[in-house]
């Protein structure tokens, strides 16, 4: 039998809409605790109530909780590990996790975006999902996946796209490395290798400030003079910003507080291409590292465990860029 432990965190899959009011909200009683599904037969579940909280409560220390559990279940010899959560971090905590355990086991997030006595309720649908890919051989060695609507996404690219489709959850430029059908789990995507960095802790004041036309250096001036840790910025196109910004990014760097760079662009990568005042090249000459391959709030994540490692200079930029 395969030990497969489900840590339950809350999120809508496991609220309840109120019938008079609308409302949706977390139950007393968490209903997957009960919920009857169908799991492959030879699956053994273990069923944790790790927390219940809404997934805009989630903080670095209930990420940081999972990993430490997670680990703990590595050396307990369980074969797989199941987590539902709340879909809008969702994405942020599978990333945490992606970065810091890697490919040690299978782990499956998976969310619902209707709440359990709504019409065409997904939570269920999704756990059975999830369950069954946490159990296949073939999701080991893919890092931390995210299992939602019949696809399976990576946690390293995948993003919330919709506030209340079931479908919300994508991957841009790539799509989703596998989906789930009724009798087969099939990956037809294989990552490249990225470091992996653990972190006993995630101190720190790191920032995201998103890039807007006419925008001037006043807020990021602002943060040079308080007490960050980094910055990460949502650049404009392939990452490039107004020239009023160039001189407060300046004074960061001066202090030797590092400043990432991702592309505000749905789709594509940041990467120094332009060379006029507060283009890519630029930007990149003055000591701003391009994160060219993931979103803001994964860069943060990112650059924090970067921090909490004491990474600076070319080993913090080869770590932020992998």
Do not use: W
């Not at 596998?178 to 101190?203: A, C, N, S, W, Y």
């Not at 283009?279 to 979103?295: A, P, S, W």
Request: charged fraction near 20%; glycine fraction near 8%.
């Amino acid at each position: 039998m395969k030990k497969i432990l489900v840590l339950h965190t809350g999120g809508t899959i496991a609220m309840k809409e109120d019938l008079i009011t609308g409302g949706v909200s977390p139950d007393v009683v968490n209903p997957l605790m009960d919920a009857e599904i169908t799991i492959p037969h030879d699956v053994e579940l273990f069923v944790e109530d790790i927390f219940n909280v809404p997934s805009p409560h989630i903080m670095p220390e209930h990420m940081l909780l999972l990993k430490n559990r997670i680990l703990d279940a590595h050396s307990q010899q369980f074969e797989g590990i199941v987590i539902t959560h709340g879909t809008d971090t969702l994405e942020e905590t599978a990333f945490f996790l992606d970065t810091t355990i890697g490919h040690k086991l299978p782990i499956v997030l998976t969310g619902a975006m209707r709440s359990s006595n709504e019409l065409g309720s997904d939570g269920l649908y999704n756990f059975e999902s999830a369950i069954r890919v946490a159990a296949c051989p073939e999701a080991r060695g893919k890092g931390v996946l995210i299992v939602m609507n019949d696809e399976i996404h990576s946690a390293r690219y995948v993003t919330k796209t919709h506030t209340t489709n079931v479908a919300t959850f994508r991957t841009p430029t790539l799509g989703p490395i596998g989906i789930v059908t009724k009798q087969r789990i099939l990956f037809m995507q294989e990552l490249l290798e990225t470091e992996h960095l653990d972190t006993p802790r995630m101190d720190g004041l790191i920032p995201i400030v998103k890039a807007y036309a006419g925008m001037h250096g006043d807020l990021i001036t602002t943060l040079a003079q308080s007490q960050i840790d980094g910055l990460v910025i949502e650049a404009l196109g392939a990452g490039n910003l107004p020239p009023d910004t160039v001189p407060a990014i300046q004074q960061l760097l001066e202090k030797k507080v590092p400043v990432v760079l991702v592309s505000r662009c749905f789709n594509g990568i940041a990467e120094p291409v332009y060379e006029y005042k507060g283009g890519g090249k630029e930007l990149q000459d003055l000591g701003v590292i391009f994160c060219n391959n993931i979103n803001s709030q994964k860069a943060r994540l990112k650059l924090l465990i970067a921090t909490n490692n004491q990474l600076s200079n070319k080993r913090l930029t080869t770590f932020m860029q992998s």
